[in-house]
């Protein structure tokens, strides 16, 4: 049975009170992966919205181990927690490498290649806001196409954003997901999953930040449904190589009509200035991506 709010477990590893902005995903994200971890985790984090969230010594927001690494290092220390915890036959505890877009797809990235290349048993998961919002909304390699920054205040980002499940793929890992906050019970069930498979494991979270995409800190559930919605974020698992859709994408699978990828933006003050022929091209960009992942979901589902 899939979880959801009535059938999640009561015990909470997240403190009332913590320093994170007002509306910030990312406590939404690590109550629930936390719930599904049973509070059995060593966190590894780099410098990032999640360390503002667990706290400054001596105080903390979390009840779990939290380890504060180098921004580059993130995965290369939590591979060492998990050989030391191997060691002591301790392999009941996960270690998970938690990191925004920024300390994962590029500062941390290789040391993320490196873990999953040696099938460290790490469970690696990025919350993607989008920008490095932790030191001033600056663009990175995440950042979505025409979007403003303070380093890209004027036109916005003239790139599309890197596709980092598909990097991770291409390592062979045994666990690949995606998530969002706006579908809470989807994530546990995912982590709850990967937490029982051995080797690297890779949870890609889309994390709407309300100060950094500029919307009213009360919309951030809203916003994080819209971009499954409108189909700018797709909910999906590779599990050994298998690709299926899942939750809320899954039933969208069944429709011919959706929201276009405007109804997402327009409500984001970081695209007040797209003007029309970038918007055609994120809208061409999720149509194609979807048209792949149906297939792929199809094609899998077929064997």
Same mark, same amino acid.
């Given at each position: 049975?899939?979880?959801?709010?009535?059938?999640?477990?009561?015990?909470?590893?997240?403190?009332?009170?913590?320093?994170?902005?007002?509306?910030?995903?990312?406590?939404?994200?690590?109550?629930?992966?936390?719930?599904?971890?049973? %509070?059995?985790?060593?966190?590894?984090? @780099? +410098?990032?919205?999640?360390?503002?969230?667990?706290?400054?010594?001596? /105080? &903390? *927001?979390?009840?779990?181990?939290?380890?504060?690494?180098?921004?580059?290092?993130?995965?290369?220390?939590?591979?060492?927690?998990?050989?030391?915890?191997?060691?002591?036959?301790?392999?009941?505890?996960?270690?998970?490498?938690?990191?925004?877009?920024?300390?994962?797809?590029?500062?941390?990235?290789?040391?993320?290649?490196?873990?999953?290349?040696?099938?460290?048993?790490?469970?690696?998961?990025?919350?993607?806001?989008?920008?490095?919002?932790?030191?001033?909304?600056?663009?990175?390699?995440?950042?979505?196409?025409?979007?403003?920054?303070?380093?890209?205040?004027?036109?916005?980002? %003239?790139?599309?954003?890197?596709?980092? @499940? +598909?990097?991770?793929?291409?390592?062979?890992?045994?666990?690949?997901? /995606? &998530? *969002?906050?706006?579908?809470?019970?989807?994530?546990?069930?995912?982590?709850?999953?990967?937490?029982?498979?051995?080797?690297?494991?890779?949870?890609?979270?889309?994390?709407?930040?309300?100060?950094?995409?500029?919307?009213?800190?009360?919309?951030?559930?809203?916003?994080?449904?819209?971009?499954?919605?409108?189909?700018?974020?797709?909910?999906?698992?590779?599990?050994?190589?298998?690709?299926?859709?899942?939750?809320?994408?899954?039933?969208?699978?069944?429709?011919?009509?959706?929201?276009?990828?405007?109804?997402?933006?327009?409500?984001?003050?970081?695209?007040?200035?797209?003007?029309?022929?970038?918007?055609?091209?994120?809208?061409?960009?999720?149509?194609?991506?979807?048209?792949?992942?149906?297939?792929?979901?199809?094609?899998?589902?077929?064997?």
């Amino acid at each position: 049975m899939a979880t959801n709010a009535l059938n999640l477990p009561e015990n909470e590893y997240l403190l009332p009170g913590n320093r994170a902005c007002a509306g910030c995903s990312v406590g939404i994200v690590f109550r629930h992966l936390s719930k599904a971890l049973e %509070g059995k985790a060593i966190f590894v984090v @780099p +410098a990032s919205c999640f360390t503002v969230l667990c706290g400054m010594y001596p /105080t &903390a *927001s979390v009840t779990v181990p939290v380890m504060n690494s180098v921004f580059p290092g993130t995965a290369a220390c939590a591979s060492g927690i998990a050989a030391s915890l191997k060691k002591q036959g301790r392999e009941d505890i996960t270690v998970v490498a938690m990191a925004g877009d920024g300390g994962t797809a590029d500062i941390g990235i290789q040391g993320l290649s490196g873990a999953a290349e040696r099938n460290a048993n790490v469970f690696f998961v990025c919350y993607d806001n989008e920008a490095y919002m932790n030191t001033g909304t600056q663009r990175s390699g995440l950042t979505p196409l025409g979007a403003r920054t303070s380093t890209t205040p004027t036109l916005g980002k %003239g790139q599309f954003p890197k596709d980092m @499940p +598909a990097i991770v793929e291409a390592h062979d890992v045994p666990y690949i997901a /995606t &998530a *969002s906050p706006g579908y809470p019970g989807d994530l546990y069930d995912k982590v709850r999953k990967a937490r029982a498979i051995f080797g690297t494991r890779y949870m890609h979270i889309n994390a709407p930040c309300p100060a950094g995409w500029q919307f009213a800190p009360g919309q951030t559930v809203a916003m994080a449904k819209s971009a499954v919605e409108t189909r700018a974020f797709i909910l999906y698992e590779i599990e050994n190589g298998k690709f299926r859709l899942t939750g809320r994408s899954l039933a969208l699978a069944g429709k011919d009509k959706f929201p276009g990828i405007s109804e997402f933006l327009r409500h984001q003050g970081r695209f007040s200035k797209l003007d029309e022929a970038l918007a055609a091209q994120l809208q061409a960009r999720v149509e194609e991506r979807w048209r792949q992942a149906v297939a792929r979901h199809i094609a899998c589902e077929q064997q």
